[in-house]
């Protein structure tokens, strides 16, 4: 399986190259990134750990943090975008025969929240980055609920 992110060192690569595919950074992006990471995981990256495909169901910018993040995109055709408002993403490793669902946590949109209120109201770029720093950063626990897998 492709290895986790687990040095700060990757984890700032990681991050560079979601900033650079997505054109800015902001909570939803990192938070897609987050679910991608997670479910990588638990069914592997698209491409390296066989065949995966994912359904999201909301149109954010979360739906890039997965692509950078679970190799699953438009390009390959194996991201599906259903905008029903539910932050919640599906993966399936077809070859592997294992699939995972998996949704943000209340805190996760709470952080969210407080960096779009920031941003709305003028913002202090430092507080801004703070929390994009720390939904990066923080206890998969903390952002990701698992709603299945197996
Ligand atoms: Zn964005």
């Known amino acids: ?4 992110i687990t040095t700060p ?7 560079a190259l979601l900033k650079r595919f997505h054109g800015h ?3 939803m992006s990192v938070l897609g990134a987050r679910l991608g990471l997670a479910a990588r995981e638990r069914v592997g990256r ?3 750990d066989g065949d995966v495909a994912a ?3 909301h149109r954010t ?6 692509q950078v993040a679970l190799g699953t995109t438009s390009g390959n055709t194996n991201i599906e975008v259903r905008p029903e408002g539910i932050h919640r993403l599906e993966a399936i490793n077809k070859t592997r025969r294992m699939q995972a669902v998996l949704s943000l946590t209340d805190e996760a949109l ?3 929240k407080e960096y779009g209120d920031l941003r709305r109201s003028g913002g202090d770029p430092e507080k801004m980055e703070a929390i994009l720093k720390g939904l990066e950063e923080a ?3 903390e952002l990701i609920k698992v709603e299945s897998f197996y």
Do not use: L
């Open 110 to 112: 709470r952080r969210g």
């Open 139 to 141: 206890p998969e626990a």
């Open 55 to 57: 359904v999201y169901y």
């Open 9 to 15: 060192s990757e984890r700032e690569e990681f991050y």
């Open 46 to 48: 698209h491409g390296e």
């Open 25 to 27: 950074r902001c909570p």
């Open 61 to 66: 910018c979360a739906v890039d943090g997965i």
């Open 1 to 4: 399986m492709t290895a986790p």
